[in-house]
C-alpha cells in the first residue's frame, strides 16, 4: 500500500514509518521538521540524540533494503502538498504532523495560534488536497482522548445515541477539550467528518490516548534509527517523564492530587493500530472514530507504579504533588469504550514492570544529557498564577 | 454601558451599533471593512447604496448628536486590538466581525481558510485581548443556529443532559455544521467555553438564526444610515433574496425540495437581543447560549408567502426548484428551544406581510441596481458538480 506520514520524522509518526515500511508498505514521510525546530526555540531536546531525517532515513536503507522517501514541506503551504499528494497518488494517508503539546498551546497567545494556524489550517489542506487530488485515498487522522474531557458518563468511540424527549438520534459524542491545542484536535474532528458527509472522503479519526515507550522492534534495529525520548514539561508525556524523574532519584511530580485518570498505550501498539487502520479503511463517504488506547490510569497510580519498579531496582524514590498547573477536575468518573480496534484485532500490550524498568533504564544510560530544570511545569493554564513549586514530598 | 462592536460596519453589527447608542451606551465600532473589500473582489453589491463607515457616523451624529467612535483594525491582528481593549476598557464587547457567508466559505480551498483564519484567530484574539486587558468585560459572541445542524431531536440552547447507561452528565450540544463557514462558527463555541472555565471570562454566546429585513428605526433617520441589503448567492440571505426577485418577478430560487427547515428573525429584534444580554450580563466564569431567533420556516414556506404577497401587489411571481448546490437534509425534523430570551423579555417581532411587501418595495426603489446574474447559486459544496440550472418553475 502507498502510504503518506504526514509527520513521519515524530514521535509516533517515525516509530509508524519504519513499522509500516517493516511490513511492506510504500511508505513516504512528508514532514517539516517543525518539532525539531520548536525543541531549538524551547531550549529542549530528546533524551536519547537522535539523527537526522536523512541520516535515520538512510540507515534504515542500509539496515534493511527497504526505501523510504522524504518531502520536507508544510502541510500549511497548500501547493507543495497537492504536489506530494498527485506525485504520490497514495492509497492512504496517516496525518500525525501536528503541534501535540497542550502546554506549547498555552505559553502565551502566540503559541495558541501558531498550533491553532498549524493544526487546523494544515487538517483543512490535507482535507482539500485529498479531495482536489487523490479522493478515494484513506485519511487516517490522529486525535485525542483528550478531546472528550472527563464527562459523567461513559465515552463512547466518537458519536452517542441520544434519547430527548421522546425522539432519538446518533450524533457527534460531546466534546470537552482543555486546552488550545486539544481545541485544535475537536475542530479537526468536525472538519473530517464534514469533508466525509459533504465530499465522500474516507477516514479514520483516531483518538489515541497518551502514549509511553520510545522503542519498537524498528527503532531498535540501529543506534541511527532509536526515537525520540521526550522528557519535558512540554513535550513530555507522563510516564516517560516519571520514569526520567525516577532515574535522577527526583520526586515524581504529580500535578494536584493525581486522581486525574486517562487512557493510556504502548508505542508498540501505536503502530498497530495504524496498520490495523489501513488493513480495514473506512467506506467510501465513511467517517468513523476509533478510541486508540489500551489501559485506563489515574496519575497517581502510575506515580506509585514506577516509584515501586523504581525502588526494586534501587533507586531512592518519591512523589511529589505540585499545585497543578492545568485546570482540571482531579477526581472524576472516566469509563471510556474501545472496542473498534480491539474488534479489528488489536492485541494489546499491557503496561509491565519490565517496560518501565526498560525505561528507567534508557533514561540512566544518558543521565548526562538531562537537564533536570526542564522536568517542573512552567506553563500555567490560568496566567495569573505564579508556576507551582513543590508542595509536599511523600 | 461602554461597548465596543467589533463588525460594527456589517449588517447585523451597524443596525446593533446604532441601536445601542440610541439607547444611550456608549460605543466603539471596531471594524477591518473586510466586508466591504470581500463584496469588491467579487463584484457584489449592497442593494441599497450605503455611506461609507466615517460618513455614516458623522450623519448619526449629526441627526442625534450622539458620538459613535470608530477604530479600523482587524481582529486577526493582535497587537491593536489590545490597544484599543485598554484604552477603551468596555463593559461589554459585541463580536460580530466574522465573514458570515457559508457559500463564500464554500468557494474554494483558498475562501475556505480565509474564512477558517478570519473567524477563528480573530476569535482567539479577542479571547486573549479580554484575557490579558479586560478579563471582567462581557463578551457577547454572534453564533449561528446552524452549528447545530439538523438533528433529529430538539435543539437546546447550547447544552444538554444525557443520560447515558444509568449516568448522567449536562454536555456541550452535539453539533453538526454545514460548511466551512459554520464550522468556524463551532470552533468559536468551543473556545468561548474554554476560556470562560479556564480563564473566568463572561461570554454570551447568541446562536442567531437567519437575519430577514434592513431597517430599523435608527437606519430610517437619514439615506446616509441606510443598512446594507444583500440579496447576491453569496451574502444574501434567504428571504432578502426571494423578495428582490419577486421585485424583478423572477421566480423564487428555492434550492432543493425546499423542505429544509431553519430559524429565522427579524434584524430589529437582533437588535434588541443584543440589548437584552448587555443588560443581563453572563457572570465571571459562566458561559451561556441562547438560541436567538423567533420563528421557525420551511424555505418552501417562505417562497410561497413571498409569492403570495408579490402577487397581491400585482406582480407575476412563480417559484423555481434550483439542484440544491449545498448538501443538506431537505425533509427533516427541526424543533428548536428559544426560551432563554423571551424569559429575558424579548418580544418577538413575527414574519408580517407588511415586512414582506416592505422588503419587495424597496427592492422595487432600487430596481435598477441590481444585477440579476448576481441571483443564481454558483458555489457548489460538492466541486465536481457544474452550477445547477433552474429544474422547474411552478
Not at 498551546?105 to 482536489?132: F, Q
Not at 508498540?268 to 467517517?287: F, M, N, Q, S, W
Request: net charge negative; proline share 5%; aromatic share 8%.
Amino acid at each position: 500500500m502507498k502510504v503518506l506520514v504526514i509527520g513521519g520524522d515524530g514521535y509516533c509518526g517515525w516509530a509508524t514509518s519504519l513499522y509500516l515500511s517493516s511490513r511492506g508498505h510504500d511508505v513516504t514521510i512528508v514532514d517539516s521538521l517543525a518539532r525539531r525546530a520548536w525543541d531549538r526555540e524551547l531550549g529542549l531536546d530528546s533524551l536519547v540524540p537522535i539523527a537526522s531525517t536523512r541520516r535515520r532515513i538512510d540507515e534504515w536503507s542500509r539496515v534493511t533494503g527497504r526505501t523510504i522517501r522524504f518531502e520536507e514541506l508544510d502541510v500549511t503551504d497548500y501547493a507543495p502538498l497537492c504536489r506530494v499528494v498527485r506525485e504520490n497518488a497514495p492509497d492512504a494517508v496517516v496525518h500525525f504532523g501536528q503541534q501535540r503539546s497542550a502546554p506549547f498551546s498555552m505559553i502565551d497567545r502566540d503559541h495558541s495560534v501558531r498550533t491553532h494556524i498549524n493544526n487546523t489550517v494544515g487538517n483543512m489542506n490535507v482535507l482539500w488536497a485529498l479531495h482536489e487530488n487523490a479522493p478515494s485515498a484513506h485519511l487516517v487522522k490522529l486525535g485525542t482522548m483528550g478531546e472528550y474531557g472527563t464527562p459523567n458518563i461513559d465515552v463512547e468511540e466518537g458519536f452517542i445515541t441520544i434519547e430527548h424527549n421522546g425522539r432519538s438520534d446518533t450524533l457527534p459524542y460531546p466534546k470537552q477539550p482543555g486546552s488550545f491545542y486539544h481545541l485544535t484536535k475537536v475542530s479537526d474532528s468536525d472538519q473530517i467528518f464534514f469533508a466525509c458527509r459533504v465530499w465522500g472522503l474516507s477516514a479514520t479519526d483516531l483518538n489515541q490516548g497518551v502514549v509511553y515507550g520510545t522503542s519498537t522492534e524498528q527503532t531498535a534495529l540501529s543506534p541511527a534509527l532509536v526515537n525520540r525520548f521526550d522528557y519535558d514539561h512540554v513535550f513530555g508525556t507522563v510516564l516517560n517523564r516519571f520514569c526520567v524523574q525516577a532515574a535522577l532519584s527526583h520526586p515524581l511530580t504529580v500535578y494536584g492530587r493525581g486522581g486525574q485518570t486517562r487512557s493510556f498505550l504502548d508505542i508498540r501498539d501505536t503502530v498497530r493500530c495504524i496498520e490495523i487502520a489501513l488493513e480495514h479503511p473506512a467506506k467510501r463517504g465513511e467517517y468513523r472514530v476509533f478510541n486508540q488506547f489500551t489501559e485506563m490510569f489515574a496519575v497517581k497510580e502510575l506515580a506509585e507504579r514506577v516509584t515501586r519498579v523504581a525502588r526494586e531496582h534501587g533507586l531512592a524514590c518519591g512523589i511529589a504533588h505540585l499545585a497543578n498547573p492545568r485546570v482540571e477536575r482531579e477526581e472524576h468518573y472516566y469509563n471510556c469504550v474501545n472496542t473498534n480496534l480491539r474488534s479489528l484485532g488489536l492485541e494489546p500490550t499491557p503496561l509491565s514492570d519490565a517496560t518501565i524498568a526498560g525505561l528507567i533504564g534508557l533514561a540512566r544510560e544518558h543521565i548526562d544529557r538531562v537537564d533536570a530544570r526542564l522536568i517542573p511545569p512552567r506553563v500555567t493554564w490560568r496566567a495569573e498564577e505564579t508556576p507551582p513549586d513543590a508542595s509536599a514530598v511523600a
